[in-house]
Nanobody, 124 residues
Framework: QVQLVESGGGLVQAGDFTELSCVASGFIFANYAISWFRQAPGKDRELVAAISAHGLPTYYAASVRGRFAISRDNAKNTVYLQMNNLKQEDTALYSC?????????????????WGQGTRVTVSS
């Protein structure tokens, strides 16, 4: 059974930091690029960060560049998203997605598997 399970969401304060995790199972994790998407209330889903199957290259949306860091541990079938200096506009449902390619895609249609998401709420 293919699964992507996110964790780490919750209520955090602006300026604080946290880390999301996405644990994969049921497929050869090391062969898949992994991305984090987010969707804020009333807004479209957007690509936040992505990492290739081998760890490089990575991608960050301009809104999070310099604050977020994506990483992966293929031995643990896990991808992480470190979120630093959080802002209220980071509030969203964060989902991880896997693509059967060395490199990531900005298109939702380019991904094979999705997690259910974990919600992050940033308070002032």
């Amino acid at each position: 059974q293919v699964q992507l399970v996110e964790s780490g969401g919750g209520l955090v304060q602006a300026g604080d930091f946290t880390e999301l995790s996405c644990v994969a199972s049921g497929f050869i994790f090391a062969n898949y690029a992994i991305s984090w998407f987010r969707q804020a209330p009333g807004k479209d889903r957007e690509l936040v960060a992505a990492i290739s199957a081998h760890g490089l290259p990575t991608y960050y949306a301009a809104s999070v560049r310099g604050r977020f860091a994506i990483s992966r541990d293929n031995a643990k079938n896990t991808v992480y998203l470190q979120m630093n200096n959080l802002k209220q506009e980071d509030t969203a449902l964060y989902s991880c997605a896997a693509r059967s390619s060395v490199v990531y895609s900005a298109a939702v249609e380019g991904y094979d598997y999705w997690g259910q998401g974990t919600r992050v709420t940033v308070s002032s």
